[in-house]
């Protein structure tokens, strides 16, 4: 296989695969690489919500995944007290291991040549312009050309830090997640179970109906970092152990889940990269995407639609832009992102019922007495209704009124 390609893609994930898929369809030479080879796990909480839907038909695989997925119809909010309420939606949940082989053979179908295992080392420059990557695969260290070169290498900033384009090294937020088999809890968990609670501040926990009687379970802590003097980032000092036990521990689901269940393998962590910030976007020749970019809802924490969507505006300007300014073609992506922001900008807002959960309990409560609400709820998940609205001190306010 020659090493030389139009666009060589780093990271076969939903924002890489989306992209070279694209590109490939497009007519573009496309090298699509990943440091594992593939199917391989990823931790994740699994849930595809309704951006994840509209990505997955876009690129043509949507039956095919929804063949394999957990299909559900409801995001279940549970709040402190023990209060809750089943918010509708177009929901499934089908583990990362599955759905990125199935997008990964997609890009391949559409004539982008993968290659694995094959781990980015460093940007090959000519002068500023990254005109090809330093790949190592197995002990030998490899050269690849190629005009233009696409970063879609996740939540972990080494390969950031490498092509020079890390602002922040320390992750948005961090989540610790396991697969658990208990057959008896199926048909007792049909939801997307979300539980925020004061043991959890700062995040929440979740459980996941997967196929096959199997469940996602997890904790997550959202908006970890803090600013020290000097402008440094750092983590807050949490152990996501103990967070995911405070879980079983306050929300008697989990619990039960835990203690009658089979964990498969063994519990995995992972950081997030969110709200569309931490790292700059593109340098001459190479462009970032995906969670490398920060494409994570803060929030939620939910980040594989908005990974493919990064993923195919990447690829929409490298198509409509190869034969025109290079300044052009990487503003038009910027531009693509920035139009992104705002949506980005409300639910880092929002996020902040992770840190005051009591919140939830009001939302929850107005939200089983007021359809008006309940559809409000709806349209967070769908994208078509700001999440400040219900969040924030002004729309707790007017929720109140309501």
Known sequence: MTRVADVLVIGAGPAGSACAQAL?????DVKLVDQHDFPRDKVCGDGLIPDAHAALRRLGVYDEVMSQARRVR?????GPRGGMVDV??????LPREQLDHILFRSAQRAGAVAFTPAKFEAPLLDGERVVGARLKVGSDVQDW???WVVLATGAVPQALMAAGLCERRTPSGVALRGYVRNE?????????QIVWHKRLAGGYGWIFPSPDGVFNIGAGLTGSHEVERGGRHAMRNVNLREMFDAFCQVHAPAGELMRGGTLLGEMKGAPLRCSL??????????????EAAGSTYAFTGEGIG???ETGLLAAEA???????????????????????QPRFGLYEKAAQVNHHPWLTDLVIWRARRSPGILRRMTGVLEETQNPGRLISLRGLAKLMLE
């Open 24 to 28: 490939a369809a497009g007519g573009l």
């Open 74 to 78: 409801h995001v279940r909010c549970i």
């Open 88 to 93: 509708p939606g177009s929901l499934a949940v």
């Open 145 to 147: 050309p190629a005009r």
């Open 184 to 192: 008896a809890m199926v048909g007792r968990i049909e939801q997307l």
């Open 277 to 290: 910030s931490g790292a700059r976007w593109s340098r001459p020749g190479l462009l970032v995407t995906g």
């Open 306 to 308: 908005k990974a493919m």
């Open 318 to 340: 490298l198509l409509h832009g190869s034969l025109g300014p290079e300044a052009a073609l990487r503003e038009r992506y910027e531009a693509s992102l920035r139009a992104l």
